[in-house]
């Protein structure tokens, strides 16, 4: 029976292992000086060269043929042994994640007492899957990882150190921790392709950077992935069996997709999903690839370097780069982020990758403040158009700040009334209908500016007819314009008079509760007037009543007794009423 690649083309040297040169140099020189440490913690993804650096460590240390540079032979029967996994007396391989209890621990403490079988030999432990041993099982190794017996040598390994650390941190002192990285894709295409080349098999380019990608940084997957592909046939290594081999899906269909986006095709994703669903993709894997599509686009429209992708892609990906905005990118990138760990646990998986592609291609442009502020918002840009492309001075000062890249296509601007006035021309203004104070319509015919925009704010609705119903509704908000007015004590007393009819010659009745106040409002007719007319058309003057003496009584609060404080003390003192006047005192206390 053939060994699998990953076997078979397992590194037997220290300069064969891929990446981990920092490790690897660190310890054959540790080995040439003679400063081998007692006990290793080897971290890192899967697939990347701890066990195998743990069994080129037991090599190195125990070779027959050992070279000067302390790099293992690899052909001993030691080495041969050791490089198998098969028996040897000085090397013992233990799976934490099946030995991982306190009697398994103390097992291995008794063992190591025992010494190497031979003088210039070294026992090593190698413990792999660390992270599984209890609490106990690491409190009973703690004394022997920090005084080992002689030449005896303990290499743990794991892919979560920080298991190790919740559960026993004091080992972390007693043991030298190295980190492996993990594979990038470039490295596992050149082992690929040199692995491929000693078995006489050609490979594609295209297919090596799938198999890579796919491996997602393990090369020990990339190998196996490989065995799989070549196990679907004879013949050379090509894409699309690397496809077929593995259930990707084709990269014309990813481009079919974002084209659904672009043209903002919702209705036709339907029928494309379901199309992927009949061939049996898996949409897990489906959401992957086309994330990385969506990032190497994203890659393109923001000027960078184009990540590894196919020949297809680095072709068709630029084509597409002017129907994009960046920002656009970002907002379905973070879509596909947060539906992800949805997906893998729905069963709806179909409806939710449906779901996510309709809101990709009813996504709303995103538009930058300047091109607002600059005419890009309502009304800067032509009917049909886009306004990264609106022509004229605004557009122009926009398109240094805005992107240069057209966006998406938007969806059709909201239609204007035809019938409205132009600025130059400004059409007669006819009475509104009974609503509260609204701002004065003023048709634009040309893209507002921020001017625009404060002076529309701050103009007020033109005179409406006089009733009393306009007047009662309105009355509030007279009375606050009088109190921002700086008239507090005007307003105060007016907070208490209710209008309760109005002429036709202009005359408007208010009711009041007191006498005192009746006096003060009537004094101050003039600015009361004034607040009305610029609501009423017409008023010409007030009638002021005082409410019965047996009327109900009103309901107090701070206002209404200082009002009535005031009026008092105003009664009292002629020389006080005039200052009010003259100075529009308030009473503070």
């Known amino acids: 029976m053939s060994l699998a690649l990953a076997r078979k083309y397992r590194p037997r040297k220290f300069a064969d292992v891929a990446v981990q040169s920092h490790v690897a140099n660190t310890l054959r020189n540790a080995i040439l000086t003679d400063r081998v440490a007692h006990a290793y913690l080897f971290c890192g993804p899967r697939g990347t060269g701890k066990t195998t650096l743990a069994r080129v460590l037991a090599m190195a240390l125990n070779c027959e043929r050992r070279r000067e540079d302390r790099e293992p032979c690899g052909d001993c029967p030691s080495c041969q042994r050791v490089w198998g996994g098969g ?117 594609d380019d295209d297919a090596l950077g799938m198999l890579a990608r796919a491996a997602d940084g393990s090369m020990r997957d990339a190998l196996s992935l490989t065995d799989q592909v070549l196990s679907l046939g004879e013949g050379a290594v090509t894409a699309p069996r690397v496809r077929d081999a593995l259930g990707l899906v084709p990269e014309d269909e990813h481009l079919a997709l974002l084209d659904l986006v672009i043209e903002r095709r919702a ?42 992708v196919s020949e297809r892609l680095a072709e068709e990906l630029p084509k597409r780069a002017t129907h994009f905005a960046a920002g656009d990118l970002l907002r379905m990138l973070s879509l596909l982020v947060e539906t992800e760990p949805q997906l893998k646990r729905s069963g709806q998986q179909q409806l939710l990758f449906e779901t996510l592609l309709v809101r990709c291609a009813l996504l709303d442009r995103t538009v930058q403040i300047e091109e607002l502020l600059r005419g890009g918002g309502a009304g800067g840009a032509p009917s049909g158009g886009s306004p990264r492309s609106a022509s004229g001075p605004s557009a122009g000062a926009s398109a240094g700040a805005a992107t240069a890249r057209a966006p998406m296509r938007a969806a059709p601007p909201v239609a204007r009334d035809a019938a409205a006035p132009s600025r130059a021309e400004p059409a007669s203004v ?131 007794v200082k009002a009535d404080r005031m009026a008092m003390l105003r009664k009292q003192s002629p020389l006080l009423d005039a200052a009010v006047d003259a100075l529009d005192l308030e009473l503070l206390d």
Do not use: C
């Not at 209705?267 to 992957?288: E, I």
């Not at 908000?477 to 109190?483: E, N, P, Q, S």
């Not at 004034?530 to 107090?556: I, S």
């Open 87 to 203: 028996a040897s007396l000085d090397v013992v391989e233990i799976d934490a994640a099946s030995n991982r209890g306190v009697d398994d621990a103390r097992d291995l403490r008794e063992r190591a007492m025992y010494a190497p079988s031979g003088e210039d030999r070294y026992k090593v432990y190698i413990i792999d899957e660390a992270h599984m041993l209890t609490r106990e099982a690491w409190n009973a190794l703690l004394k022997i990882l920090e005084e080992p017996p002689p030449r005896v040598v303990f290499v743990f390994a794991t892919t979560e150190p920080q298991k190790i650390q919740q559960a026993a941190a004091p080992v972390l002192s007693r043991v030298q921790r190295f980190d492996l990285r993990r594979i990038g894709p470039a490295d596992v295409k050149l082992r690929l392709a040199t692995v491929l080349t000693q078995e006489g098999i050609a490979a």
């Open 267 to 308: 209705g036709d994703v339907f029928a494309a999903v379901q199309r992927l669903a009949d061939h049996g993709v898996d949409f897990p894997v489906l959401l992957s690839e086309f994330a990385e599509i969506l990032r190497a686009q994203l890659a393109v429209v923001l000027g960078g370097q184009l990540p590894d």
């Open 430 to 560: 006819a009475a509104p209908p009974p609503r509260p104070a609204a701002l004065r319509e003023r048709p634009v015919a040309a893209a507002p500016t921020v001017a625009d925009v404060a002076d529309v704010a701050t103009q007020v609705a033109a005179p409406t007819a006089l009733e009393i119903n306009r007047v009662v509704e309105h009355w509030d908000a007279i009375v606050d314009g009088i109190v921002r007015d700086g008239r507090a004590l005007l307003g105060a007393a007016l907070g208490h008079a209710t209008p309760t009819a109005v002429t036709a010659a202009g005359v408007v009745t208010l009711m009041v509760d007191a006498e005192a106040q009746a006096d003060l409002i009537v004094q101050q007719e003039a600015a009361i007037l004034a607040a009305l007319r610029k609501r009423f058309d017409p008023v010409t003057r007030l009638n002021v009543q005082a409410a019965a003496a047996d009327a109900a009584p009103r309901r107090l609060n701070e206002r209404a």
